[in-house]
Nanobody, 120 residues
């Protein structure tokens, strides 16, 4: 079973920056894609950005040029650097990690989520 710990988030003024972290641990043999999603109240989670094990990245259009996703494979940790934040970025941010576990199964799991609030 993979354990996922998220950190970062909080309150920031419009135009400000925040960095989110997502660390995976536990009985896993390999970590594949890692991704960030966000969820607005009353809405479904939406894809924000992803990074493959080889470093290939993808972003939703509204965050391109403002957010940067990265990962450190030596630490099994993913980051989301968020710059030029807007009030419409306010949401709960979740990380999603796809792993090959010690039970020889491939699956994806979610982090607990972290609140990001952009307000003056």
């Amino acid at each position: 079973q993979v354990q996922i710990v998220q950190s970062g988030g909080g309150l920031v003024q419009p135009g400000g920056s925040l960095t989110l972290s997502c660390a995976a641990s536990g009985r896993v043999f390999r970590i594949y894609d890692m991704a960030w999603y966000r969820q607005f109240p009353g809405k479904q989670r939406e894809f924000v950005a992803s990074v493959s094990s080889s470093g290939t990245t993808n972003y939703m259009d509204s965050v391109k040029g403002r957010f940067t996703i990265s990962r450190d494979n030596t630490k099994n940790t993913m980051y989301l650097q968020m710059n030029s934040l807007k009030p419409e970025d306010t949401a709960v941010y979740y990380c999603n990690v796809e792993v090959y576990g010690a039970d020889h199964s491939r699956y994806a799991d979610w982090g607990p989520g972290t609140q990001v609030t952009v307000a003056s």
